[in-house]
Structure formats: structure tokens, C-alpha cells
């Protein structure tokens, strides 16, 4: 049941997620130090970002050896992984009261959000013919336009079946209206 307190409580543990996000690198180790009231929240936050990363090369794991490489050349963690933060930020204020606990399904909606993000990003450098993606050449430069569709539609085909595992169908619904408005 929602109450004022509550909400107040989880508006609060957001403002210090927010506050702590200048502070989180999954790749490399951050430059800025942080404030020592946020570094509890930070390393929970990492923790978490790690585990979607490891998620999302496990997911997209092909024995083809070309399309496992275009599939994970953008997920090389050096991406802001604004989404995922976002959803265990919530998934874990909303969790507070009972265990502050990231639970599975709403890891694998963090880990859909970004897979889902990530292959939009690589199908819109098709369409613009951008030449970059977070600070390196588009797969579309590296492989070229049609191994680039390939890779972002295998992206986005991992990320429908593992949307089906949820089991949730408000979840489902909402993530499959997501993907169809991307195509729109």
C-alpha cells in the first residue's frame, strides 16, 4: 500500500541514486570520487549494473561467430546504462520495505530496457548513416548497413523471447508496445 511516508521514503532513495550516477562506471573505474554518504549506494548500484551487463553478453551469445561479435560490439560497457539505473533504482525503492532486493524479473526488465535501447540505436545509425556510437565507428561503418539490421533485429529477437519468459502480461504488453513504437 502505497502512503505519503512511503513515497517520500522512495523519492529520497532516488535523489541519492541520482545524485550517485556521475559516480558509476561498469567499465572502467570512475575519475570523480564520491561523497562518502553516497558510496553504499553507489556500490549497490554498480553491483547491479555489472550483473546486466554480464546479462545481456550471456543473452546474446551465438555460435555464429560474426553475428556474436556485431551483437555485443555496443554492449562493451561503455554506455551510460541511463535505462537499466533508472529500473533498479525503482525496482529497488519499491523493494524497500520488504527486502532492497533486485529481483530476477526486474533485472531482466533493466537488462530488456537497454538490449531493446542498444538495438534501436544500431538500426537508427542505419537510417542516418552515423558514423559513430558512444565514441567508437557504428556498427553500420564497421560491418556495414545490412550486418548492422541483422545484428540490431537478432538483438531485438533475444530481447522478445526473454520478454515472453516474463510472464507477466502487463510487462509483456507494455515492452512488446515499446518495440512495435520503435518501427513506427
Not at 45 to 64: A, F, M, S
Request: aromatic content about 6%.
Amino acid at each position: 500500500m502505497f502512503t505519503i511516508r512511503r513515497l517520500s521514503k522512495q523519492f529520497l532513495t532516488c535523489s541519492v541514486i541520482s545524485r550517485s550516477y556521475r559516480y558509476l562506471s561498469v567499465g572502467a573505474a570512475s575519475h570523480k570520487t564520491a561523497p562518502e554518504e553516497l558510496q553504499p549506494t553507489i556500490n549497490i548500484i554498480k553491483e547491479d549494473l555489472q550483473l546486466i551487463h554480464r546479462d545481456i553478453l550471456q543473452h546474446l551469445g551465438c555460435y555464429e561467430q560474426e553475428l556474436n561479435e556485431l551483437a555485443k560490439y555496443h554492449f562493451d560497457a561503455k554506455g551510460k546504462l541511463i535505462r537499466p539505473m533508472i529500473i533498479c533504482t525503482m525496482a529497488r525503492s519499491f523493494n524497500q520495505q520488504q527486502d532492497n532486493f533486485l529481483h530476477e524479473n526486474q533485472r531482466c526488465i533493466a537488462t530488456l530496457g537497454e538490449m531493446i535501447h542498444t538495438a534501436s540505436l544500431i538500426h537508427d545509425d542505419v537510417v542516418d548513416s552515423s558514423d559513430r556510437r558512444r565514441g567508437k565507428p557504428a556498427a553500420a561503418v564497421q560491418w556495414g548497413p545490412k550486418k548492422a539490421v541483422l545484428a540490431g533485429d537478432y538483438i531485438l529477437g533475444i530481447s522478445s523471447v526473454l520478454l515472453a519468459r516474463i510472464g507477466n502480461s502487463d510487462v509483456i504488453s507494455l515492452l512488446s508496445l515499446v518495440i512495435q513504437d520503435l518501427v513506427r
